[in-house]
């Protein structure tokens, strides 16, 4: 079932002489409990597609649907990791987590059991207490991630949340979500430009092309799960890498062929 | 670039700053390197301080000035913090409002004592008006500068929780404009001191200023250095009691704590 879909999405920042135009006819079907990764050239629109559909920005054509609903604006229906820390530096962890369960109007006990509960998912048992200024990056995002699937969100929508991380703490960020999404199963559309890390978590990765951004394809990744860093030596995850590679390579080309 | 220094490297550095200006002053006077008139001896100052206090202007006068200071400047905050967040906020706000405070902070409160004299006379109301129309006015823009600098993807991601946009306003703008707000606080608080004492310089019946000006009648040196020290050290009290503050209201700024 199609829990998500675009259809001839299209967007451009600006008007006149200054007008950029971000994404073009974009078309996306994202199947439920798919964890579909999106890759693409610097600058091409990810963070766009992602914004429009996490409802903070508009497109200005086409449609968008969840569950055969229009989107209009944010929603505590999609959840959003941000590539910058958000969390709210004032609340401790378990505040953080507990936000959008308040906003709910969920009584405080059962807020508490929910976020303990997430907490303890993403490994941060025993750090309900602490404040975000005593939390490192790679704890940050992971609080990130409980704040937003405590809400039970239908998506579940990644702007590169491990893009500001070191490579050991990305690997282990990237075996946590992984290990999450296993259990959760959340529909996840997830923006990386690492190559590597969509190859490791997609089920379909989608190669968008250069600015003004559009799908240019979509790549089965048929590598069984679970998976783990022990998945990127196979044989399966070469080819698939190489597949994207060669389609970015060649958008990139393009692209300078014509500066 | 900030060094990091272990804090009794700091103390000792302040301590030692402080003591070589008074060694400096001893010096100076005592050798009779510059007259009496000029610069008066620690001893007569230290002597002029117990004098007032005897003639019971010594607290007085101090408690009149914090009282206009404070009564004033908290006018002032009360007013512009909540303007400053609708300046920030609202595009309407700030087309009908930034103009004019833009034009109203670059006249000196200074040109405007004879005014406020004129509407208000020598009272403590005509000294609150001053620390208000020196303060007020700059308030409104920090404020406005500290909410608008607020993270982007804080208020974003606080609507994709699920938050209207008024929780918005009052769960994540407020809060995260605390730190910023508490640091313009700070430092208006200090212009306020020196609004006051041009007030008090001008027309007054008591304060610290009013001290100042009827001791250079007298030549009163002393006294004159007396009321000087006394509105330094106030003044870094106050410091202190706002960097204080700002480490229990703001406990979990990343920066609350960094400085002494
Ligand atoms: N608010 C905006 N106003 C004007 N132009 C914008 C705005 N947001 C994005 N753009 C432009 O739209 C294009 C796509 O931006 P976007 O951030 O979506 O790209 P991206 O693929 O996420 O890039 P990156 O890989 O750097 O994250 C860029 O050329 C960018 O400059
Ligand atoms: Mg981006």
């Given at each position: 079932m199609n829990k998500l879909v675009l259809n001839g999405v299209g967007k451009t920042f600006g008007t006149g002489g200054k007008a950029v135009e971000a994404l073009s006819d974009i078309n996306l079907c994202i199947a439920e409990n798919e964890l579909a990764v999106i890759v693409g050239p610097s600058g091409c629109g990810k963070s766009t597609l992602l914004n429009i559909v996490a409802g903070l920005e508009q497109a200005d054509s086409g449609v968008i649907t969840m569950n055969n609903r229009n989107i209009e604006g944010p929603g505590a229906d999609r959840g959003v990791v941000f590539q910058s820390y958000t969390l709210?530096?004032?609340?401790t962890v378990q505040q953080n987590v507990e936000f959008g369960l308040k906003i709910k109007g969920i009584n405080a006990k059962e807020r508490q059991e929910i976020a303990r509960h997430y907490i303890n998912l993403v490994g941060l048992g025993g750090f309900e207490g602490a404040l975000p200024k005593a939390l490192s990056g790679g704890m940050k995002q992971r609080v990130a991630i409980a704040r937003a699937l405590a809400n039970k969100p239908e998506m579940l929508l990644m702007d590169e949340p491990f893009g500001a991380l070191d490579a050991q703490t990305r690997l282990i960020m990237q075996e946590l979500l992984l290990s999450v999404w296993e259990k959760e199963r959340t529909t996840i559309l997830f923006i990386t430009h690492d190559i590597d890390e969509a190859v490791l978590l997609a089920d379909n990765v989608y190669v968008m092309s250069r600015r003004p951004g559009r799908i240019r394809c979509r790549i089965q990744v048929p590598i069984p799960r679970p998976r783990d860093h022990r998945s990127t030596v196979s044989p399966e995850f070469s080819a698939v890498k190489k597949e994207i590679m060669e389609m970015l390579w060649e958008e990139s080309r393009t692209a300078a062929n014509e500066r | 670039m900030v060094r990091i220094l272990g804090r009794n490297i700091y103390s000792t550095l302040t301590l030692s700053s402080f003591t070589f200006i008074l060694l400096m002053w001893f010096a100076l006077s005592y050798s009779g390197a510059v007259k009496e008139l000029f610069l008066p001896s620690p001893g007569s100052v230290l002597q002029a301080l117990g004098e007032m206090h005897e003639e019971g202007i010594l607290v007085d006068y101090t408690l009149d000035s914090t009282y206009r200071v404070v009564v004033g400047w908290i006018m002032a905050v009360i007013v512009s913090i909540p303007l400053g967040m609708l300046v920030a906020t609202s595009k309407k706000a700030e087309a009908i409002l930034t103009p004019v405070i833009e034009f109203a902070r670059y006249l000196p409160v200074v040109a405007m004592v004879p005014l406020t004299l004129l509407y208000f006379g020598i009272g403590d109301l005509q000294k609150f008006a001053v620390i208000f129309l020196g303060t007020f006015f700059q308030l409104v823009l920090m404020v406005s500068d500290v909410v608008a600098g607020v993270q982007r993807d804080l208020l974003r991601a606080a609507a994709t929780l699920g938050a209207s946009r008024w929780q918005i306003y009052r769960l994540v703008l407020m809060p995260a404009s605390l730190p910023g707000i508490m640091d313009s606080l700070r430092i208006t608080i200090g212009w306020a001191w020196t609004y006051l004492v041009v007030a008090e310089l001008v027309?007054?019946?008591?304060?610290l200023g009013h001290m100042i000006l009827k001791s250079q009648r007298f030549l009163a040196t002393d006294r004159m250095f007396a009321g000087l020290i006394i509105i330094g050290l106030l003044g870094l009290a106050t410091d202190l009691f706002f960097k204080w503050l700002t480490r229990v209201v703001v406990p979990w700024n990343e920066k609350a704590g960094g400085k002494a």
């Open positions: 709210f530096p004032w609340l | 027309a007054a019946n008591s304060g």
